[in-house]
C-alpha cells in the first residue's frame, strides 16, 4: 500500500483538479453534475455531498470556506510535489508509520463503527 501516492492523489485531485462549481460527490456514482439535480445555487463554490441514504439530499449544504479548504489541499499538493530537494521525505513527516502500524487502528475503528 502506498500511503504516500493516495496522498499526493488526494490533494491533487480536490486542490488543484476538482470543479466545486459545478459537480458533486457520492458515493453511489462517484462524482454527478450539480445543475442535473437543481443544487447548484447562488453559492456555487459550495461541497455538494450526496447523502448515501437519499440521493436527494445534499449533506454538504452547510459547508462553507470551500475555497479555502481546496487552497490548502492545494498547497499541501505543491509542497509534497514541488519540494523535493530536501535529504528527508516530506511524507515521511506526514506520515511516520508503517502501514502495518495503521491495521490495529482501522480493525478497532471498524469494530467502534459497528
Known amino acids: 500500500m502506498e500511503l504516500g501516492k493516495h496522498l499526493i492523489d488526494f490533494f491533487e485531485l480536490y486542490g488543484t483538479l476538482f470543479n466545486y462549481d459545478d459537480v458533486g460527490i457520492s458515493i453511489r456514482t462517484g462524482y454527478f453534475w450539480k445543475e442535473k439535480r437543481g443544487w447548484k445555487d447562488w453559492d ?14 445534499d449533506i454538504g ?6 475555497k479555502r479548504v481546496q487552497r490548502a489541499f492545494q498547497h499541501a499538493y505543491d509542497t509534497l510535489i514541488f519540494n523535493n530537494g530536501s535529504s ?13 502500524e495503521l491495521r490495529p487502528l482501522l480493525k478497532n475503528e471498524i469494530k467502534f463503527v459497528k
Open 88 to 100: 528527508v521525505s516530506l511524507l515521511k513527516l506526514i506520515i511516520n508509520c508503517s502501514p502495518d
Open 61 to 66: 449544504r452547510g459547508s462553507y470556506n470551500i
Open 44 to 57: 456555487s463554490m459550495r461541497l455538494c455531498v450526496e447523502n448515501p441514504q437519499d440521493k436527494d439530499v
